[in-house]
T-cell receptor, first 114, second 117 residues
């Protein structure tokens, strides 16, 4: 079982719709969860992170975390063609007071159609 | 504020050679992590450095090594290159401070794309 799993997509949504991106993780000790966006040929850029159960909103983006189900999602409201990219879910484990690691899923490709 | 700077951006090497990649973190960021990105495997963690010490290491062979300098700049080295080492190598910095593990946010550079022939 992969540590962080995402559907590779592509996920196709019409402009103006809500895009829902999902991610599951295997390690219950995971402590914080990140969403990154990566445009083709570019490096990942941080969208937002969440560490408590529930929802966290930032503009058109909402991250949702359910630790009991080991599930984290990202909702994009009013999807725009410029949102077309690969979305990477990342999970952070803290091993000691000085060491941590972010493990990434392989990403979901989102296509927003006109 | 300048972002994470990686050099060189592109390089071509042949099998058996070695390569050194450089990373300058965002000013004030003292933690640097390295990742390898390939189409099949996605982003794979190589190592994390903080205060010139390697804090964590991924599952890569000993041919992959790194270091961090007192100004937080970091280098990674790959010796005896293999065809499978062809990848985008990404450096990321994090606003971690002494006495704190930090929030874990990573800010990536544009990467160094290595092609091994």
């Amino acid at each position: 079982q992969k540590e962080v799993e995402q559907n590779s997509g592509p996920l196709s949504v019409p402009e103006g719709a809500i895009a829902s991106l999902n991610c599951t993780y295997s390690d219950r000790g995971s402590q914080s969860f990140f969403w990154y966006r990566q445009y083709s040929g570019k490096s990942p850029e941080l969208i937002m992170f969440i560490y408590s159960n529930g929802d966290k909103e930032d503009g058109r983006f909402t991250a949702q975390l359910n630790k009991a189900s080991q599930y984290v999602s990202l909702l994009i409201r009013d999807s725009q063609p410029s949102d077309s990219a690969t979305y990477l879910c990342a999970v952070r484990m803290i091993y000691t007071g000085t060491a941590s690691k972010l493990t990434f899923g392989t990403g979901t490709r989102l296509q927003v159609t006109l | 504020k300048a972002g994470v700077t990686q050099t060189p951006r592109y390089l071509i090497k042949t099998r058996g050679q070695q390569v050194t990649l450089s990373c300058s973190p965002i000013s004030g960021h003292r933690s640097v992590s390295w990742y390898q990105q390939t189409p099949g495997q996605g982003l794979q963690f190589l190592f994390e450095y903080f205060s010139e010490t390697q804090r964590n290491k991924g599952n890569f062979p000993g041919r992959f090594s790194g270091r961090q300098f007192s100004n937080s700049r970091s280098e990674m080295n790959v010796s005896t290159l293999e065809l499978g080492d062809s990848a985008l190598y990404l450096c990321a910095s994090s606003p971690r401070t002494s006495g704190s593990i930090g929030t874990g946010e990573l800010f990536f550079g544009e990467g160094s794309r290595l092609t091994v022939l």
